[in-house]
């Protein structure tokens, strides 16, 4: 099966090991030097209708995607990782 970055945003993440269902995906990350997906983003829920922010993105690195499917993505929930802060990423030049 072969599938465009953008057809991902179409494609429901759930847990393997919970069955959670963290939603659909909304960026990916890229290393451009590799050509390679490094992750996943998933966006956070609004809060309080969205007048409250947002909660954190859930991110899961390539390597804990188990399975694609045609409507989902099985996912490892156990190797997610917290989201870089974006103090961090505007320090590189």
Do not use: H, N
């Amino acid at each position: 099966m072969v599938c465009s970055i953008s057809e991902l945003q179409y494609k429901e993440v759930i847990d393997i090991t919970d069955g959670t269902r963290y939603g659909y995906i909304a960026d990916v990350e890229l290393d451009p030097q590799a050509g390679t997906i490094e992750s996943i983003v998933i966006r956070g829920k609004p809060r309080w209708f969205g007048l409250l922010g947002r909660e954190p993105d859930t991110i899961f690195p390539w390597t804990s995607i188990t399975r694609f499917g045609e409507d989902l993505i099985l996912v490892d929930g156990q190797q997610r990782r917290a989201p870089l802060s974006p103090a961090a990423g505007s320090q590189e030049s």
